[in-house]
């Protein structure tokens, strides 16, 4: 099982970015799907998660501006960010909590944000 993240990038406070998150190998099942992020110095913290049927959850710090949305046929969650600061720059991670050969949380290997001022 693999986790591959894409659209990370260099943005301007006040632009947007999509992150998206696809699941890929041998998977029967998936359960909750987060991002995570972790700036420099700072302890990795919860952004946000989605349950398979669509519960969801946010950082105070995010919610409001940050929208986790997935496709359960294409195994992909996906993090639409909105109005970002220079405080969610970031290395953000997506994992997910997966029926493999068991249940398991995955991690992916983490897309770089940095949000300029």
């Known amino acids: 099982v693999q986790l591959q993240a894409s659209g990370g990038g260099l943005v301007q406070a006040g632009g947007s970015l999509r992150l998206s998150c696809r699941a890929s190998?041998?998977?029967?099942?998936?359960?909750?799907m987060s991002w995570y992020r972790q700036a420099p110095g700072k302890q990795r913290e919860l952004v946000a998660g989605?349950?398979?049927?669509?519960?969801?959850n946010y950082a105070d710090s995010v919610r409001g501006r940050f929208t986790i949305s997935r496709d359960n046929a294409m195994n992909t969650v996906y993090l639409q960010m909105n109005n970002l600061k220079p405080d969610d720059t970031a290395v953000y991670y997506c994992?997910?909590?997966?029926?493999?050969?068991?249940?398991?949380?995955?991690w992916g290997p983490g897309t770089q944000v940095t949000v300029s001022s």
């Open positions: 190998g041998s998977i029967n099942s998936i359960d909750r």
């Open positions: 994992t997910a909590y997966l029926d493999g050969k068991s249940w398991f949380t995955y």
């Open positions: 989605i349950t398979s049927i669509g519960f969801t």
